[in-house]
């Protein structure tokens, strides 16, 4: 007989608490709020072990009763890698090459190569982009392109080249003018408060004493506050815009001093100088300007500055969200606005006013910032910058080597990685997430301890590894990639164990490496690169692949079937591929690409019908079909020899005797560029081992 609820309490609020997850204790801090403990290495040990990871995954495997698969073919592990880190596949003999070192660390050679490549970079940038809701148009009614937003593309994969330490990384994003003012050119780091929609209806043409400019105001300050907090911290603050946080310890309060943050900063068009002593030297003539023109003598050089400055090359332009960009008709920069608690989000119901300050529910860190009376408004992104990269703030690093994990084995420890609260899942290895946590934070070298066979011939990793050596730079992403890709763990086979599925139907405990299917962007870049039409030219504007007429409106009319796939614009990375917030590729859309209008801290990953229509007749891949064929046809004289050039390209390997006899026939029947459209459609092609 189902219990009596308790009086007050209603069918809704039942439902709500029967989804509310893990309960925490009166009093008991939540897990995620914890500090992060660096926790001692379990002795698990055995020839399989190349590094702690191993040691963390094969203790919770033994308590299953369980084991690791055995280490995955070297084409499979070659391609593995080549995706994962650069999201391009191999070339023949790239694999070749890989297939014959034998060399005791030609695995180890080879994660340093691709973490060293350019392309390491652009796919890294790729899954940021979707993190924080990046397109170049701004959504709503009124999706006007934005010129200048692909600096804060080129920004992130320059800075993911360069190691940036992660807590710099963090500071760049949200203050770079006022943390580094030496370093103009980070400013289309401020791009990443500017990546999401932006409502130019309310914010652009309405009189700005309107209730509706007021109420655009607070929504364009929730996407910055729901971003910030989303990305770095892994908190669902924005459930306290009407309400104390139903689950998680965030007042209301706390949300409407984060909106306080961001209340002095717009979007637009931010003009900058990338080198810094032309900075210098125009701020010098521009304050000398302002000074000459408030003296009461006008002898005083005024035309001579005004000449110098209009000899100075003109400032670059960068989309991105500042006290000082550019007007644009009614959207203008202002003084901080006055930010006000509202009573259930009402904007007719505004309460006490709020001052600048994060969340309270992280024992050992402030509560409050420390700004001084009539402090600048860079102050207060500095403050939360500095407050959200400090080495004591646990949800920062748990929640970035959550995201790494999960690029690499397509699930992080944590399977909610925008949510570390009560609502979210727990993490399925914590003491391993926190042992990351402390490397990334604070790399050292150690003892190597006894060592398995799998162990003996490699060379010192890196301070994360087993080896000792010297100490790593904190905040290095490329050191936690090469700790986690150089693991047994990632090693692994992909193959089916029925008595592994039994007990483990889910695979948490990794007791093979999950098979992964192909990005959107993966796919395009491989058809681009087997085709032998990848052009590799990095940065500058994002190429517009469609068709474009003016709309009825400020949003264009946009047609991609008009583009042709033949002309070079088509054949740079998907990466530098122009993003319509309102109007997707259809290609990529098909295949699961991010939807930019919504942060996407993981992209569904569906197997359809119409993907394998698309794949068979969209234009993009009609057209290089068409090139890969006649590639093939160019290199290959001989016909028998074409099919398996194709299946190497394509597969990574060349084909068995009765797969080359069957799609030798199939080409003979249909010709070679149907038989290039038809690899393009297997599953090997499409997914990685």
């Known amino acids: ?99 014959k070192d034998e060399s005791p660390d030609a695995y180890e050679k080879l994660v340093d190569r691709l973490l060293a490549s350019s392309h390491y970079g652009e796919r890294q940038a790729r899954a940021w982009m979707d993190l924080v809701h990046f397109a170049e148009t701004h959504g709503h009614d009124q999706d006007r392109i934005r010129p200048h937003a692909w600096r804060y593309r080129d920004y992130l994969i320059a800075a993911f080249n360069a190691d940036t330490p992660y807590g710099r990384f963090v500071k760049e994003q949200l203050a770079a003018d006022v943390v580094y003012p030496d370093r103009p050119g980070l400013t289309p780091a401020l791009g990443f408060l500017a990546a999401g929609p932006w409502d130019e209806s309310s914010l652009r043409d309405i009189r700005d004493d309107s209730t509706d400019r007021q109420v655009g105001y607070y929504l364009d300050r929730d996407d910055m506050v729901t971003t910030v907090m989303a990305t770095f911290q892994g908190l669902t603050v924005h459930c306290a815009r009407c309400h104390d946080h139903k689950f998680d310890p965030i007042p209301q309060a706390d949300y409407y001093r984060l909106q306080a943050v961001f209340a002095g900063v717009g979007r637009g068009d931010v003009p900058y100088d990338p080198d810094a002593a032309t900075a210098k030297r125009r701020a010098a003539l521009t304050a000398g300007l302002a000074a000459v023109a408030d003296a009461v003598d006008p002898w005083r050089g005024l035309a001579a500055r005004r000449t110098l400055v209009g000899a100075m090359p003109a400032p670059q332009l960068a989309y991105a969200a500042g006290p000082n960009f550019l007007p644009d008709a009614g959207h203008k920069p202002a003084a901080p606005r006055p930010v006000h608690l509202l009573k259930r989000g009402d904007i007719r119901k505004p309460s006490d006013e709020a001052e600048p300050g994060p969340v309270g529910c992280l024992p050992g860190l402030p509560a409050q910032f420390d700004l001084p009376t009539g402090h600048a408004e860079g102050r207060r992104r500095a403050a939360l910058a500095d407050w959200i990269a400090h080495k004591d ?267 080359r006899d069957a799609l030798a026939a199939y080409a003979a029947k249909h010709g070679l560029p149907n038989l290039c459209r038809l690899l393009f459609n297997s599953n090997e092609f499409l997914f990685a081992d």
């Open 393 to 659: 703030n646990p949800l920062t690093w748990r929640v970035i080597v959550n995201r790494v994990w999960q690029s690499h084995f397509g699930r992080g420890l944590v399977e909610t990685p925008n949510d570390f609260g009560k609502m979210g899942r727990l993490p399925s290895h914590p003491e391993l997430l926190d042992w990351l946590a402390a490397e990334l934070q604070d790399p050292s070298p150690r003892p190597p301890p006894p060592q398995g066979e799998g162990e003996k011939n490699l060379k010192t990793l890196s301070s994360t590894g087993e080896g000792a050596g010297a100490a790593s730079v904190p905040g290095s992403l490329k050191t936690l990639h090469r700790l986690i890709v150089t693991s047994a763990t990632y090693r692994q086979a992909s193959g089916h164990d029925p008595k592994a599925a039994e007990a483990d139907p889910d695979n948490r405990l990794l007791w093979r490496m999950p098979r992964a299917r192909l990005d959107a962007e993966q796919v395009r870049d491989a058809v681009l690169l087997v085709s032998g039409r990848l052009d590799r030219t990095p940065g500058g504007p994002s190429d517009q692949q469609f068709g474009m007429k003016p709309g009825i409106h400020v949003t264009p009319e946009v047609n991609y079937g008009a583009f042709a796939w033949d002309r070079p614009k088509g054949h740079r990375r998907s990466v530098y591929r122009f993003v319509f917030r309102t109007l997707p590729d259809p290609l990529v859309d098909c295949l699961d690409g991010a939807d930019p209008s919504q942060l996407t801290a993981k992209r569904n990953e569906s197997v359809t019908a119409p993907q394998a229509l698309a794949l068979l007749n969209n234009e993009f891949v009609l057209v290089h079909a068409k090139a890969f064929a006649a590639r093939l046809g160019k290199d290959e004289p001989d016909p028998g020899r074409r099919v398996a050039a194709a299946c190497e390209r394509v597969w990574g390997r060349p084909p068995t005797d009765s797969e």
């Open 1 to 99: 007989m189902p219990a009596t609820p308790a009086p007050g309490f209603t069918l809704l609020s039942l439902a709500l608490l029967s989804f509310a997850g893990p309960v925490a204790r009166a009093g008991e801090v939540w897990w995620s709020f914890r500090p992060v403990a660096r926790p001692t290495v379990p002795a698990a040990d055995g020839k399989w072990v190349r590094n702690p990871i191993d040691r963390f995954i094969l203790a919770k495997l033994r308590e299953k009763g369980l084991g690791p698969s055995p280490e995955a073919d070297k084409r499979v592990l070659v391609r593995r890698l080549f995706f994962d880190l650069t999201g391009l596949p191999p070339t023949p003999g790239e694999v070749a090459a890989f297939v």
